[in-house]
């Protein structure tokens, strides 16, 4: 039987939070204060390329892609810990919801996309964590999982300029953010639906 390093989903967490803070350091920073000028490139006409934004675009991905595959191998081979859980929920906000912000704040996205995603994370955690309380082992739902998939597709074509699919003028990113937004309330209220019976008064 094969076996892999049982530290190696745990090392994949600590890159995700590496490259998330890295990310969004090179979102915030002022490059222009101190004299580095990242180009930006108009295509057609219709698309604008950053430099700056392909780089976090490619950071992006790969930390999307640990975020696959650490829960994937802990599974795996059973390497599954209290401590995995944990740092993988940490990394997974830091890197989704403080490069929501920061889009937001720059006026690439709607401030409802980050307002709900994020109201709905903190209120599914919640009872993610009352219901782990009670014995209850809580696994990821299907509509919770397409969330995901379509917020990291969205996020990753808003940070390419929407790139090829804004030469055709058709908003995709926007398509896969909204999409993700909806998809987060009904996953929302399935979470609720299930965990609902831990909130009746006793």
Do not use: H, W
């Not at 057609?44 to 934004?53: A, E, P």
């Not at 926007?174 to 937004?181: E, M, N, P, Q, V």
Request: glycine share 6%; proline share 3%; charged share 15%.
């Amino acid at each position: 039987m094969k076996t892999v390093n049982k530290n190696l989903p745990n090392n994949l967490t600590k890159l995700r939070i590496i490259l998330s803070i890295i990310i969004i350091v090179i979102m915030l920073f002022p490059f222009d204060m101190v004299n580095i000028n990242l180009p930006k490139y108009l295509i057609d006409g219709n698309i604008i390329l950053d430099v700056k934004l392909l780089i976090v675009a490619v950071l992006f991905v790969v930390a999307s892609i640990t975020d696959y595959f650490d829960g994937k191998i802990a599974r795996k081979y059973n390497l599954v810990t209290d401590y995995g859980k944990v740092m993988d929920a940490i990394a997974d906000k830091i890197l989704v919801n403080g490069l929501l912000i920061i889009l937001c704040g720059q006026g690439y996205i709607s401030p409802i996309i980050p307002t709900i995603i994020i109201l709905r994370d903190t209120i599914t955690n919640t009872f993610k964590m009352i219901a782990g309380n009670n014995g209850e082992v809580v696994g990821a739902i299907k509509t919770g999982k397409f969330k995901t998939a379509f917020l990291m597709i969205g996020l990753t074509l808003k940070l390419i300029g929407n790139f090829p699919m804004g030469l055709l003028n058709i908003a995709l990113d926007d398509f896969f953010l909204i999409t993700a937004t909806v998809l987060s309330v009904i996953s929302g209220i399935e979470y609720y639906n299930l965990y609902k019976k831990y909130f009746k008064i006793k």
